[in-house]
């Protein structure tokens, strides 16, 4: 009998042992606060065990000691979740977790465009690197002139853009042609020019929107004392130019030849030696007139007859081109400040014995004018423009 009683007491502590050694085990999902959509991905931790939500916000903690632990959960843009629970011995708990949204909150990111630098050059500088703007500006600043011929149009672009993409003021005033859009830069002398300033980047805020990619501002020079200056070299090159103030307008005017009919090098791709390239060389006449003060006056125009001689080995003697430009600008300062501009050009390219195709002579002319008037608020109360294409 007492063998008996004390085998069942036996019994009964073991089977208490056992059981107080069973692991518990915490199971459940994770959800939104208020619209209880899952939140897959959260972090679950108990003690020495964690796991993580899966995409229907469900988990499995296993293999808990019985006890007490703290049920920590969190996820990227929820509020931190605690709770304190009891684990008996070889049970399951199961929970839902709601999460509460939090904003995740970042340092404030300042993000500052470099477009607003620019860059200038002064007279003395423009002078010694060429003797129109074509010249001068050609590789500065990322400017690069696309030009044909040397009196031919010079077309300023910026930084790989468009030659229409830019736009190029004198003094305020447009200097891009009606009908392509391009400005020609070899209108404009360097020595009668003060200053230039390179805007890149957009600025079509402040300058319209032709100016895509900058704008090149150009102010002229101006100086009471008569000024004159002439050059000379081979094959016929020469020029000269005069400055100065005749009834009170700033004159500035320009003459230039190109040298005509030089002898060069024949590549050995071509059969070696020394040739002539004839029909090389051209005229340019240019001439400003500028009038400060009250009202502002600008008249500019330029001749140019020059020579189209092809690429070597398929020569064309007889090929010539023609431009010829003319602007007129008016404006008023003050409280309301207006301004009237129109330009004209025409340009002609022929060639009467053409090596390949027959012979050609087209001519092509457009106008542009238009007038302004704002204050200085600024508050545009009236505007117009008009362009056209004739010829």
Known sequence: MKTGWTGFMMLVLGATGLGAQSPAEIRGRIVEAGTGAPVAGARITAGASDATAAADGRFVLGALPPGRLTLEVVSVGYRPYREDLDLLPGIALERTVQLVGAPVELEPIVVQAPGGASASLDREELVRRGADLARALDGWEGVVVRRTGPFGPGSPQVRGSAPDEVLVLVDGFALNDPLTGRADLAQVASRDVATVRLLPGARTSSAGGRAIAGVIEITSYDDP????????????????????????????????????????????????????????GGDLWQLSLRKSGGTEVQLRGSVSDRGLPGPVGNETPHASAQERSVFAGLRGTGALRWGLFGSALSTRARDAQPPIGAPYDVETQGWSAGGEAEWKRPLRIAGWRGSGVFG
């Open 225 to 280: 004392r008569t000024t004159a200056a002439a050059w000379g070299g081979s094959h016929g090159a020469a020029g000269a130019d005069a400055a100065g103030e005749v009834l009170g307008l700033h004159v500035f005017a320009k003459g230039e030849r190109s040298p005509r009919d030089y002898p060069y090098e024949v590549p050995p791709n071509r059969g070696s030696g020394e040739a002539v390239r004839a029909n090389t």
